[in-house]
């Protein structure tokens, strides 16, 4: 089956610094990719729409500047959490789907990002 | 505003009971809705989905409901197990936008 890659699994940096999470289509190709985050306990929510070629779609309170999302390939994306605070620390997720929509998004296995 | 809402108590149940999990939306008129577990610490996978024009769907000891008069979906597991342990969400899909936002989950607790 379809299969997404997320790297790294866990991340811990000091406050000020940038990390890179990198999200990877294994046995597909896929033009659009999504990013989420998760609070504990808290459902998924998402952060912003990755488009292979072109800008990334943010949602309403994403500040862009803050969360740099590039999709270079057709089979990856990254996020880049830029000048990191401790209030970023989460759980990121992305997540693609090799059919569409209609059929079901598979995920990748979260980063797990802890800010100091 | 759109909105998606799940139970957000706990469900407790015994093995080898029937758990029903229920999803409300309001403003939404979804031309599909899927159904996702998730465990602690992983990314969600894709359990079931079901069309609009769909009153049913049934996956091994899966069985999804769509009521659009209602604007629920109910999620039945038979026969539960420990597990089934998790915590399922559903996403309500408009078709027009790829962009798939979630429910907020209810955590399923089966026991011994």
Redesign the interface.
Known sequence: GAV?S?HPSRVICKSGTSVKIECRSLDFQAT?M?WYRQFPK???M?MA?SNEGSKATYEQGVEKDKFLINHASLTLSTLTVTSAHPEDSS?Y?C?A?PT???????????T?LTVV | SQKIEQNSEALNIQEGKTATLTCNYTNYSPAYLQWYRQDPGRGPVFLLLIRENEKEKRKERLKVTFDTTLKQSLFHITASQPADSATYLCAPNTGTASKLTFGTGTRLQVTL
């Open positions: 997404v997320q659009t999504f808290q459902s998924l998402l729409t759980f997720i997540s789907s569409g929509e209609r059929y079901g998004y598979t995920f990748g296995s979260g797990r």
